[in-house]
């Protein structure tokens, strides 16, 4: 029989490959993976030597560009890695004992109500399981997850984004935020009709920006909006001062915010369209060991009982 002659490559090669094409650089790749940059661009010039193919294109504005070669190698490499994790953790038989690192991405406004909890909880089980996360509002989020720089993430589910699955966790319904001295502030619930009179404070992140002006305008009220942020804290903090009233899914369990200001959160009547917040990932990629585990913790914590906050 002929024998075919075999590319000489090392999962090492290929391990330094994706992590150049998830950073577009050797130079960061190289920080990331903790060895010397020339240790890198070695091993991806023997592995394009071994292949006979070019896999980057060096741009000197825009860092590595990956040819057509190199994007089919990116995938299949992906693929091929994923399934040595979780051949290494079948055969050691330690889906309890989970080592190495997993890298998430958070959408930002969520990050602070659902990340140190969930880390704890996880190192909790596994200590010796690392954790990064990148956080990122929704568009950056599904970018990371489509060009496998993470392995999941946790986001709001916004509804039309292809090739993910959505793994629900909990439910977070919008509430109205007004300034603890507001006349209406101590109401328990609130029909949006009776702030349209008043001033907004919009939530300016995309998506986030369209779910809450939707809202407004489903209600008839065409927003007044007297300032916008992209940082939920600034928002609270201009809401607090008396700048207007505005619509948040997450409520912190202190009513003050950064600068001693004082608000209250209002159920709204008859209740608005909620978010699922979910643990996300690209459907057609095998999850790792490591992303199945994190994912079912992460419904333990939050999904035993759904929250309106």
């Not at 290494?88 to 991405?105: E, M």
Request: glycine share 6%; aromatic share 6%.
């Amino acid at each position: 029989m002929a024998r075919f002659n075999r590319p000489d490559m090392t999962l090492v090669q290929l391990q330094y490959f994706v992590a150049a094409a998830s950073k577009h650089s050797m130079t960061e790749a190289s920080i990331d993976l903790h060895v010397a940059q020339s240790a890198v661009s070695t091993a991806i010039g023997q592995l394009e030597r071994s292949l006979g193919v070019q896999l980057f294109i060096r741009q000197r504005s825009k860092g590595l560009a990956l040819t057509d070669a190199g994007e089919q190698l990116l995938r299949d490499s992906r693929a091929l890695l994923a399934q040595v994790d979780e051949m290494t953790d079948t055969v050691r038989g330690r889906h309890y004992d989970l080592r190495g690192t997993l890298r998430i991405a958070c959408f930002v406004t969520l990050a602070p109500f659902v990340l140190p909890k969930l880390i704890s909880h996880v190192q909790e089980q596994h200590p010796a399981l690392s954790i990064d996360v990148i956080e990122a509002d929704l568009d950056g989020t599904v970018e990371l997850l489509m060009t496998g720089a993470v392995e999941g993430a946790i986001a709001y589910d916004f509804g039309e984004l292809h090739d993910l699955t959505f793994d629900h966790l909990y439910t977070a319904a919008p509430h109205v935020i007004l300034p603890a001295h507001h006349p209406l502030a101590r109401r328990k619930r609130l029909k949006l009709t009776e702030l349209a009179d008043h001033d907004f404070v919009l939530l300016d992140i995309p998506h986030s920006r369209e779910y809450f002006l939707g809202m407004l305008r489903e209600a008839g009220i065409d927003p007044r909006i007297r300032y916008s942020s992209r940082s939920y804290e600034t928002v609270r903090s201009l809401v607090a001062r008396g700048h207007g009233f505005s619509i948040l899914n997450n409520v912190p369990m202190s009513p003050r915010t950064y600068d001693g200001g004082e608000l209250r959160s209002i159920a709204i009547a008859p209740p608005a369209p909620a978010l699922d917040v979910s643990f996300v990932r690209v459907s057609n990629v095998r999850p790792t060991t490591r992303t199945r585990v994190f994912a079912t913790l992460a419904r333990e914590l939050f999904g035993a009982t759904a929250t309106d906050g």
